[in-house]
Structures are given as C-alpha cells and as structure tokens.
Nanobody, 123 residues
Framework: VQLQASGGGLVQAGDSLGLSCAVS????????AGWFRQAPGKEREFVAA????????NYADSVKGRFTMSKDSAKSTVYLQMNSLKPEDTADYSC?????????????????WGQGTQVTVSS
C-alpha cells in the first residue's frame, strides 16, 4: 500500500491551498482516511478524517470551518482543501489510512502512512 501526498507549498496568510493523497494497493475494504500535521518541535496532531463512504467527516477545532476533507473513490484519492490559512497552520502534512471504526483522531490507529508534504504560511 502506498499513499502519495502532494500539493504543499508556500502561501501567504489568508490564502488557500489544496492537498491530495493518492492511495494505491490493497487497503481495507472499508477504510478511514485522515490528515495529520506536525510542526517543528511539536507532536503530530489530527487535522481531519473521512469515512469510507465519504459522507462523514471530522475536523480538529483549530481547522473547523476553514478546511474541508473529501474523497474520490473512483480515483482512490482523498483531498484537503485549506482556506483562510494562518501562520499556525504551517506544518508537514501527512495522510493516513486505517480500518473502518477506529478513533479518527488517534494517530496510533492508522496503519498506512504517506510521506509528508510541507505547508508554509507566511504572515
């Protein structure tokens, strides 16, 4: 299983940026996908998650109302649309996949991880 994240970059505060994560290989029949981020000197933290149907999402309070996670099952790709970016959103963003029914916010429950993509927001 491979997860390939892309879309990071350098933007200014208030700008928007979209991340993509392509999932290849055999994963779980019904899986949960999540986005996590890690800033320098900080622990990896939950950002957003989506269930296998794409109908249910969950967001960290710090990004709620600004970030939107979605998925395209036909393309086996999940997305994270980030609007109204703030300097505190600066981090390395990683996507992950785990079995259905896990605690979405618990990074230890995810089984497969992609490499990170850097998002830097300047003030």
């Amino acid at each position: 299983v491979q997860l390939q994240a892309s879309g990071g970059g350098l933007v200014q505060a208030g700008d928007s940026l979209g991340l993509s994560c392509a999932v290849s290989g055999r994963t779980f029949s019904y899986y949960t996908a999540g986005w996590f981020r890690q800033a320098p000197g900080k622990e990896r933290e939950f950002v957003a998650a989506i269930n296998w149907s794409g109908l249910n999402t969950n967001y960290a309070d710090s990004v709620k109302g600004r970030f939107t996670m979605s998925k395209d099952s036909a393309k086996s790709t999940v997305y994270l649309q980030m609007n109204s970016l703030k300097p505190e959103d600066t981090a390395d963003y990683s996507c992950a996949v785990g079995p259905s029914g896990i605690d979405w916010r618990d990074k230890t429950r995810y089984v497969y991880w992609g490499q990170g993509t850097q998002v830097t927001v300047s003030s």
